[in-house]
C-alpha cells in the first residue's frame, strides 16, 4: 500500500494556509491521511492548519492503544476533539489568533475500510471501476443551499458564499465531528484533497485523470496541475491512496 501527497501554492494566494499528513508507522495495521485547510489572519491559518494535525497526532501516539479496526474509529473522534480544544484555546490566548481555524479530513485504510473523521469543506472521494464518489458532506454555506435544493450544484461552484465554511476545528470549544465507515472495492484509490482542488476540477475531471494508466505520483501531479490552468485561486491539497483490497 502506498501514498503520495501535494500541498501546492496556488496561483494567487501569497502564503500557504493547507497543512497534510501521510503516516509513516510500519508498526501499526493502517495507514491514515490528513488535510487540513487553515483559516485566520496573519499567519493564524497557516498555524491553524498545522498546529491541528500536530495534536491529532500526539493524541493519536501518545493515549491510544489501537489494537484493531475496531478502536480506530474511537481513536480518531478523541484526536479531533483533542485537536479541536487545543486550537480553540489557542484562538483565545491572543488576539492574532482569534479567529483562527481549520478543515480537517482525516482518513485511515484499515481492514479492507476506510475511516474517516470530518470537519469543513475539504473531501473524501474513493475511486473504483463504478467510478468516482464523493464520500464526505461539505459543512459550507452553498452546500447546505444545495441540501435545501436552494440551488444547484452547478450555481454552487460559482456562488459569492461558496468559500463560507459552517463547521471548523478551533472555532467553538465543542464541534462534533463527522464519521463515516465505508468498504473498499477491489483497486480503489483514496483521494483526500482541499478545496483548492474540488473547487477548481470537476469530480468529472477528477475521476478521468484518476482513471489513466499512470502511477499515483503522476496522477496527484496531473490533478495539481490542472487546478493551476483552471485558476488556481487557492492553495491545492491532494493526497492519494492505493485502496487496493483482496476480494
Known amino acids: 500500500m502506498g501514498a503520495v501527497g501535494r500541498c501546492d501554492l496556488g496561483k494567487v494566494r ?5 497543512s497534510i499528513y501521510i503516516s509513516e508507522n510500519p508498526d501499526t495495521e493502517f495507514e491514515y491521511f490528513i488535510v487540513a485547510d487553515g483559516m485566520g489572519g496573519h499567519n493564524a ?5 498545522q498546529s491541528a494535525i500536530k495534536f491529532f497526532n500526539e493524541y493519536i501516539e501518545d493515549s491510544c492503544d489501537i489494537k484493531d479496526s475496531s478502536d480506530l474509529l474511537d481513536a480518531f473522534v478523541g484526536a479531533l476533539g483533542y485537536s479541536n480544544q487545543k486550537i480553540f484555546e489557542m484562538s483565545q490566548s491572543s488576539p492574532s489568533f482569534r479567529g483562527m481555524g481549520t478543515t480537517f479530513t482525516a482518513a485511515a485504510i484499515c481492514c479492507g475500510k476506510v ?14 471501476k463504478n467510478g468516482l464518489r464523493q ?7 452553498v452546500m447546505e443551499m444545495v441540501r435545501l435544493g436552494k440551488i444547484t450544484m452547478e450555481e454552487a461552484r ?7 465554511i459552517t463547521k471548523a476545528v478551533g472555532i467553538e470549544k465543542n464541534m462534533p465531528a463527522d464519521t463515516i ?14 478545496d483548492g482542488l474540488s473547487s477548481m476540477v470537476t469530480d468529472r475531471e477528477i475521476e478521468k485523470i484518476l482513471k489513466k494508466k499512470t502511477g499515483l505520483d503522476k496522477k496527484a501531479d496531473m490533478l495539481v496541475g490542472l487546478a493551476n490552468k483552471n485558476g488556481g485561486y487557492d492553495n491545492i491539497s491532494v493526497i ?5 483490497v483482496d476480494n
Open 158 to 164: 460559482v456562488h459569492p458564499k461558496r468559500n463560507m
Open 115 to 128: 475511516y474517516c473523521v470530518h470537519i469543513g469543506d475539504s473531501r473524501l472521494y474513493i475511486y473504483s
Open 181 to 194: 465507515i465505508t468498504p473498499l472495492e477491489k483497486d480503489s484509490i483514496i483521494l483526500v484533497c482541499s
Open 14 to 18: 501569497s502564503q500557504n494556509e493547507d
Open 240 to 244: 492519494l491512496a492505493d485502496g487496493k
Open 135 to 141: 464520500i464526505t458532506k461539505d459543512h459550507s454555506f
Open 45 to 49: 491559518g497557516e498555524i491553524a492548519s
